[in-house]
């Protein structure tokens, strides 16, 4: 009976591990395979060039300045995100009339597809017509015909696509943070309020604390969803001006598929596996630790 | 500062943070409607307000975007496509969920954690040898390499998630079956998946919106405007030369984007649960 169920286990499971080895662990090699030969669009064969690619990539300007910018597009993001959403999550807590809508309204940049959702920011931002610039203007806070390029200048172009990132990021963060504090025990800020502690003092001492492993859960999400997207980049900017946003997802596409070079472009997207690597063992220390607990 | 001064002060402070997030979080959609409905005369006329319509509103917009573009190709090929990874997706997570959450016992737990991880694995590090592999089977320009690659994402998350829910069925139930004659798997096809249906649903609209927001590999693989899914269709195509149609553009973002925001809340709560998995008891 054991047997036969192993058995059965196993022919059950194994469909989808072969399909998911085939379309995810074949190209996870192959990336790393790529990195070291010469593999063009239109190349045939593969000759082995050790960590030529590497250098190359690594004495390029545009790659420096997008591993920098993925860094700072990254944890930027990451910070707006964890204040905002801490924020937000304790304002949702508790019920109040017209939660629902709120939550349709809060939710909407993380279910609307991100490709389109970009494409409104991009028109928000636009170079003349922008809405922000008419308020801007209106409010007399900048000159007509002297407002603020947000998609074309350096620094501006960086804190847009950090914006637009941390507002589609925003609801996913702020979901799993209400599922985390919907988990904490009403009567222990009861208690706390009880024996005196103010609303502040109540946060920051009890339930901030008891909110971490949550927190450490929509962290680590966001950091990979944030370090390995290039869509809000690619429609914003393009990953311009100047690179100025260019990042690492997106350098690798422009190299690798619209620029045809396969290897350096593969070689690129090899400098995500490190971040990939530490967060999948945080998050296994996560799970382990709930084990245990 | 009495009482009740106090809790009034809370109630607005309350109210103003969640009316600020929400103008904030929804403000992109209600420009996408706004912009839609306006003449293009309004929309380019800086004098006007650009927060209401000054000239009445027009469906012009509406009409150059069914009548003149690919928009509903488009959405065709993402049904079409959303379609084949739904059922390929269950066909392949189904079982394997159920073995996880059954048969494999102590090993089940570790595959399960093993296979979510995959998950993490993100398309802007697998795209380029897909691209190569695509072109190998030559699926380049096709929608096939799109239903080919699109369940290596849907896979992972809905057997977690079919996991969780098979784990919540009482396991005397499947006993029973099985002393009335039914083989394991008897019992797994008549008695498990008819009673998992809320949750089979939910994986449905999972891997459905999955596709309709998947972005890179479509722009990857696919290159001819017809061939294209919505969700790089409208973003691309819709920009004729350097001219952006801003309100073709714009409505096409909103009518897509507000069905599959509408399933996507109803079911939301599970997809959470999903995430949380062990974090939260």
Not at chain 1, 1 to 29: C, D, E, H, Q, T
Not at chain 1, 51 to 77: C, E, G, H, K, M
Not at chain 1, 110 to 130: C, E, M, R
Not at chain 2, 202 to 210: G, K, N, Y
């Amino acid at each position: 009976m054991a047997i036969s169920n192993r058995k059965l286990g196993a022919a059950m499971f194994l469909p989808a591990i072969v399909y998911v080895l085939a379309v995810i662990g074949l190209p996870f090699v192959l990336a790393f395979i790529y990195s070291v030969g010469d593999v063009k669009i239109a190349s045939v064969g593969y000759h082995f060039v050790g960590l030529d690619n590497f250098r190359s990539v690594l004495q390029s300007p545009s790659f420096r300045r997008s591993l920098y910018d993925s860094i700072v597009f990254t944890v930027a993001t990451q910070l707006v995100v964890l204040v905002g959403s801490t924020i937000l999550s304790i304002a949702l807590k508790d019920k109040f009339r017209g939660r629902g809508i709120v939550r349709f309204l809060i939710l909407l940049p993380w279910v609307a597809p991100v490709s389109l959702g970009a494409i409104g920011w991009k028109w928000i931002l636009d170079s003349i017509y922008s809405v922000i610039n008419w308020l801007l203007v209106a409010i007399h806070l900048v000159r007509p015909f002297d407002t603020p390029m947000w998609l074309g200048e350096p620094t501006l172009a960086m804190i847009s696509v950090v914006a637009v990132e941390s507002w589609r990021l925003l609801p996913f963060s702020t979901v799993i943070l209400l599922a985390g504090l919907t988990a904490i025990p009403r009567d222990i800020p009861e208690a706390a309020a009880v024996d005196g502690a103010d609303f502040w003092r109540t946060l920051f001492q009890i339930t901030i604390p008891m909110m971490l492993p949550i927190v450490n859960v929509a962290i680590l999400f966001g950091v990979i969803f944030t370090f390995t997207d290039m869509t809000v980049v690619y429609i914003l900017t393009r990953g311009g001006p100047y690179d100025s946003t260019q990042v690492l997802p997106s350098l690798a596409f422009f190299t690798g598929i619209l620029g045809g070079d396969l290897a350096e472009g593969a070689a690129i997207s090899i400098f995500l596996v490190p971040i990939l690597i530490a967060v999948a063992y945080l998050m296994l220390r996560v799970a382990h630790r709930t084990e245990v607990a | 500062m009495g009482r009740g001064a106090r809790k009034f002060l809370d109630r607005f402070a309350h109210r103003f943070i969640v009316v600020a997030f929400s103008v904030l979080l929804g403000f992109p959609f209600y420009w996408m409607f706004i912009t839609t409905f306006k003449t293009t005369n309004d929309l380019y006329n800086l004098k006007n307000n650009p927060f209401i319509f000054t000239d009445y509103p027009t469906l012009e917009h509406l009409k150059l975007l069914f009548n003149e573009t690919r928009y509903l190709t488009w959405v065709e090929n993402t049904l079409v496509v959303g379609l084949f990874v739904v059922v390929i997706t269950l066909l392949l997570a189904l079982p394997a969920a159920y073995a996880l959450a059954r048969l494999t016992g102590r090993w089940g737990q570790r595959l399960g954690i093993a296979i979510f991880l995959t998950y993490l694995v993100p398309p802007t590090l697998l795209f380029i040898p897909l691209s190569r592999l695509v072109a190998i089977l030559g699926l380049q320009d096709s929608l096939w390499s799109l239903v080919l690659v699109y369940p290596s994402f849907t896979i992972p998350f809905s057997t977690w998630l079919l996991m969780g829910f098979f784990k919540s069925i009482p396991r005397e139930l499947e006993d029973a079956a099985m002393v009335d004659g039914l083989t394991r798997f008897g019992a797994f096809i008549k008695l498990v998946v008819p009673i998992s249906m809320s949750g089979i649903l939910t994986v449905v609209i999972f891997s459905f919106t999955l596709v309709t927001q998947e972005f890179v590999y479509a722009l990857t693989f696919i290159s001819s405007e017809s061939h294209q899914m919505v969700g790089v269709g409208v973003p691309i195509y819709l920009v004729r030369g350097d001219v952006y149609y801003w309100g073709s553009l714009m409505a096409a973002c909103l009518i897509t984007s507000l069905p599959i925001a509408l399933l996507y809340n109803v079911f939301l709560d599970r997809f959470i649960a999903g995430f949380t998995v062990g974090a939260v008891k």
